[in-house]
């Protein structure tokens, strides 16, 4: 390399030389770039090879996605697996004992039926949002954060339902 010009050395030094191995590029760019490694955070600028200096794992050239949101689709499985535990519960109950007597106003009878059938049919479709989780993410973002808020709004006003229903079942 030749020392007459340092800014297009410079430049040079920024592209990948096509005969470099994945391994050679990854130390190329660590050796200009402070990142850390994906398990323990250890700072990795300045690695000599592909490998945590700190806990050992091989590391490789990856492509991220800059603008995956991915909190839609947590909403959604945390609201449905909070809804989801309960419908199990519910599930064992209804099988092992049939549905609670019908003790209180019928309205709130009705109410708190309403909701246990709610938590239960919450067991399949939490299960299937966590299976699907990549064909949501590729939904469009609007109908993502659309389902996500209905999941909040039925997971909120179901458990609320269901237990003033049972508060007053039990104060009857
Ligand atoms: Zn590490």
């Known amino acids: 390399m030749s020392d007459s010009s340092t800014i ?9 030389d096509p005969g470099d191995s994945d391994e050679q590029q990854l130390v190329r760019y660590l050796s200009e770039h ?17 490998i945590c200096p700190e806990c050992g794992h091989g590391l490789k050239l990856t492509v991220g996605l800059t603008d995956l949101l991915i909190w839609p689709w947590a909403a959604m499985a945390v609201a ?5 535990g309960l419908g199990l519960m519910c599930l064992f109950m209804v099988i092992l004992e049939g549905m609670p007597p019908d003790n209180g106003a019928p309205w709130s009878v009705l109410v708190r039926d309403l909701t246990i059938y709610v938590f239960m049919a919450s067991v399949p479709i939490a299960a299937a949002v966590v299976f699907l989780r990549k064909r949501i993410l590729r939904m469009p973002t609007s109908k993502q954060k659309t389902l996500a808020w209905s999941c909040i709004g039925i997971c909120i006003v179901n458990f609320t339902l269901f237990f003033v229903s049972m508060a007053i079942a039990m104060r009857t």
Do not use: F, Q
């Not at 297009?8 to 990948?16: E, F, G, I, N, T």
């Open 34 to 50: 402070s990142d850390e490694c994906p398990l323990c955070n250890y700072n990795l600028r300045g690695v000599t090879r592909a």
């Open 8 to 16: 297009s050395d410079d430049l040079v030094d920024h592209v990948p």
């Open 80 to 84: 449905l697996c909070l809804l989801a």
